[in-house]
């Protein structure tokens, strides 16, 4: 069947998002990345705000945020991509104006960066990938790396008394009065990217509607630096991840809350 | 219009506050900023100033979160610009490089205090190097310019901006706590643009055309060295064209007196009394650190017979003297770190090196 024929009697159920480039990406077989760029351009189309929509790059394996989605991109110095994007939307609030920043960028350089932009309410939008290592650089312990896993500068396993515990982001940021929405997703199944996708929607709608910061923590994969074949990932993203990063909506304001 | 109402009138204001006049009339609507001293009079004029005329303050946590409130505006295709002294300064330098990497224009302005660490808040020209030679990584240049009034403080800011347009590159007011905290006339003449408004490469968001960034990473092979080669030869251009001076008195100065800044001011005070004393003294002051006006330095150490180079602290833009001239056994310095030279104290050592040169005050030329 081709041409007219295949309008007429086919019907389009799935299709590449208009906002996602199609090229081929450096992600590694088994990274979830791909999964949630193709949430982020399927939301953007949602809305239909390509056009107005600027992103910022984080320094890490998203960093190429521009080659695959096709929108403007800014690029930020490792952590400071919601001090970027807050510069952007200051200088245009009629914009739509999002981070998509890794665990180490957004846990660990750049902490302050992010709660302050959340304190202050920032009407931006930031999902954060946590797949508890540093993936670009080459597996090594990141803020959110499990107790006893075993990395690249964890060689014995993380252990508390010397470095501490891994970070729950969306608990946290879920504490601060500027924040609007803040949620943990995994990709993991069918369902959990149903699921995720609803939450990217949620944020988004948030900054539409000027509510305030909105942010969505996906837990993700890393294969490649776990030494873990892709199915084995997405079970532990399943298992102990899930277990310690509990998934759910940590906050959520409603129109009525805010003033 | 009558005359009298073309007139543009006299302020009477802080060097820190007519940069701030100076950056609104350059059409500077975006201010980012932390608190430090000696430079509060700045971040204060604009969070009161800014909001009134439809412009953004906003105070950062930190002077990293600032240059990076910079980088978003900046790459949005706004004019913007933050203010902060040498610690301040430092912790700008990661942001800095990027720019300037991401050809991103801003203006930044530092008011410097005494270093190192936390050192003081008396005026010092400690941050010569790191303003002049660029503090961040991989290698970069910015012009740096340095007022000596609170005139300059007003017309060098509006020029900034449109060298930072020029050159999409990051600019630098390199003032000091002097300079910065003292009040004198200055005439706010209007800003008239020398550069184009259009930003063609700003991120506004993809209508009606192909998407765009701003970045600096370049991975693919050859491209960074590429990317270096298009930066170098902006730096090139710069040298070329932007090096500004104002000689001083220099009618048959046998004693040349290189300085910048407030140690410029100050010495244009120990020039007049010497020259009422007939002793051969001028000045050549660098009115733009980078581009250094190496060429006049140069030219000016060849008919000298001795050149003094005068800074607050204990010898950086004397790295720079020496580099443009072979005269280097005609090089004097008179430094002082963390304080103003006197007009007494420069004086005294005009007369010494008048004598040194074989020439006795009271002989009028």
């Keep these: ?259 | 219009m009558t005359l009298a109402s073309a007139e543009i009138r006299r302020e009477l204001m802080k060097g820190n506050e007519a940069i701030c006049v100076g950056a609104i009339a350059a059409g500077c609507r975006f201010y980012y900023g932390y608190p430090i001293t000696p430079q509060n009079d700045i971040p204060e004029y604009m969070s009161a100033h800014l909001p009134p005329i439809g412009g953004m303050f906003l105070q950062a946590e930190s002077e990293v979160a600032t240059i990076n409130f910079l980088l978003g505006t900046s790459a949005s295709g706004m004019r913007v610009m933050t203010s902060s002294s040498g610690p301040g300064i430092s912790l700008m330098q990661e942001g800095l490089s990027y720019m300037a990497g991401s050809e991103l224009p801003a203006v930044i302005v530092n008011i410097s205090r005494s270093g190192p660490g936390l050192g003081g808040i008396a005026p010092s020209q400690g941050d010569y190097f790191q303003a002049v030679k660029c503090g961040g990584h991989g290698g970069y240049r910015m012009p740096v310019l340095a007022p000596h009034s609170v005139q300059e403080m007003y017309s060098l800011t509006m020029l900034a901006f449109d060298l930072a347009d020029k050159y999409r590159n990051p600019a630098l007011i390199l003032g000091d706590a002097i300079i910065g905290q003292m009040k004198e006339p200055f005439v706010p003449t209007p800003y008239v643009p020398t550069v184009p408004q259009e930003k063609p490469w700003a991120l506004t968001g993809c209508a009606g055309r192909p998407r765009q960034n701003v970045k600096s990473l370049y991975l693919k092979d050859n491209e960074i060295e590429v990317h270096n080669w298009k930066l170098h030869r902006k730096y090139r251009q710069m040298q070329e064209e932007e090096v500004r001076f104002e000689p001083y008195r220099m009618d048959g100065a046998g004693i040349v007196i290189v300085a910048f800044g407030t140690a410029a001011r100050v010495s244009k005070t120990a020039i007049q009394w010497a020259r009422k004393e007939g002793l051969p003294v001028g000045m050549l002051r660098p009115i733009s650190l980078f581009p250094f006006p190496s060429r006049e330095v140069d030219e000016a150490a060849a008919g000298a017979d001795v050149v003094l180079v005068i800074e607050m602290n204990t010898g950086q833009m004397l790295e720079d003297v020496r580099m443009s001239t072979r005269h280097h056994d005609k090089i004097r310095f008179l430094g002082k770190p963390c304080a103003m030279p006197t007009p007494e104290e420069i004086h005294q050592e005009i007369r010494r090196l008048a004598g040194e040169i074989g020439v006795k005050a009271g002989n009028a030329r």
């Design chain 1, 1 to 259: 069947m081709k041409g007219e024929a295949r309008k007429k009697f086919t019907r389009e159920v799935f299709s590449r998002p208009k906002s996602l480039v199609d090229v081929r990406t450096h992600f590694c077989p088994g990274c979830h990345h791909g999964i949630a760029h193709r949430i982020l351009a399927e939301s953007i189309d949602h809305f239909g705000i390509r056009e107005k929509t600027i992103g910022v790059a984080c320094v890490g394996c998203s960093v190429f945020l521009y080659d695959y989605i096709d929108v403007d991109v800014a690029e930020a110095p490792h952590g400071r991509a919601p001090a970027v994007a807050t510069g952007v939307k200051r200088a245009q609030p009629d914009k739509f104006v999002f981070t998509y920043q890794g665990d180490g960028d957004l846990a660990a350089i750049g902490t302050s960066e992010i709660i302050h932009a959340a304190n202050r309410g920032e009407n931006i939008t930031v999902l954060f990938i946590n797949n508890t290592t540093y993936g670009m650089t080459g597996g090594q312990m990141a803020p959110t790396t499990m107790l006893g896993q075993k990395t690249s500068t964890s060689p014995y396993g993380r252990e508390f008394r010397n470095d501490g515990y891994p970070i729950k982001m969306a608990e946290l940021l879920a504490t601060l009065e500027g924040t609007a929405y803040s949620a943990r997703v995994a990709t993991s199944t069918p369902g959990q990217i149903r699921k995720a996708k609803e939450a990217v929607r949620k944020a988004f709608e948030m900054q539409i509607r000027e509510m305030g910061f909105s942010v969505v923590e996906f837990l993700s994969t890393c294969p490649t630096n776990w030494g873990m074949k892709p199915l084995d990932a997405q079970q532990r993203v399943l298992g102990e991840m899930s277990e310690y990063f509990p998934l759910g909506v940590y906050k959520e304001r409603r129109q009525a809350d805010f003033v």
